[in-house]
């Protein structure tokens, strides 16, 4: 399985085979450095250490430094562990550098990313309440949650509601994997990658790529359809 560390970088939009315009996300990707390798004889387990992105000297320290100079490269912002099976061995050495050639157009990928934060949200923005009605005697509660019922009292687990009910809270800023975008292009002079669709997070935000672990269900064309 091919994996990738990069960063978005925006959205855009292209045509597609059919003339039509297709949504895409253009990610930075890698090149990656392989900072650390684990196998089961010297770590219990064996895995894979990537970094993207070179940090700056001035905020480089001496432990950071130290990793780094084991692989012969310089500190980085964004440092990722991929666990492999037991019975796998590591297919990368210490220092290698991972580019976009990894992936092939048209193949699937999933793409695993922060989504935006968006703070203290109540429930209506948070889980898509409906609120109370805008007239008919309501006064001051129309965005109010309503009343909690049951789910006051846990009773034998403690003194809060029972874990799950939808109120207001932290909303985003959370690990979001959205699955099966096509490779819709790949230009290995910038190390970019072009994928369909609308990936989780900010521009500059970092993102996981790895090739998709299912595939989705063919769709006939109309042409095959017609034959049959």
Known sequence: MAILLGKKVG?????GERGNFLPVTVIQAGPC??????????????AVQFGFEDVKPSRRNNPQTGHA?????????F?????????TEPEYKLGDSITVSVFEEN???????????KGFAG?????????????????RKHRAPGSISSFASDAGHGPGPKK???????MGHSRVTTKNHKL?????????????????????????????????KRVASDKEQSND
């Open 164 to 170: 799950g009910k939808k109120m207001a809270g932290h």
């Open 79 to 87: 440092i990722k562990e991929m666990r492999l099976p037991d019975e």
């Open 123 to 139: 429930v209506m923005k948070r889980h898509g309440f409906a609120g109370f009605p805008a007239s008919h005697g309501t006064e």
């Open 33 to 46: 450095v392989v900072m650390q390798v684990k196998t089961a004889e010297t770590d219990g387990y064996n």
């Open 11 to 15: 959205m855009t939009q292209v045509y």
């Open 184 to 216: 819709v292009s790949i230009d290995e002079e910038r190390n970019l990658l072009v994928v369909k669709g609308a990936i989780p997070g900010p521009a500059d935000g970092y993102c996981i790529i790895r090739s998709a672990k299912s595939q989705p």
């Open 107 to 117: 193949e699937s990928v999933d793409v695993i990313g922060t989504s935006k934060g």
């Open 69 to 77: 100079d084991k692989a012969n490269t310089v500190p980085k912002k």
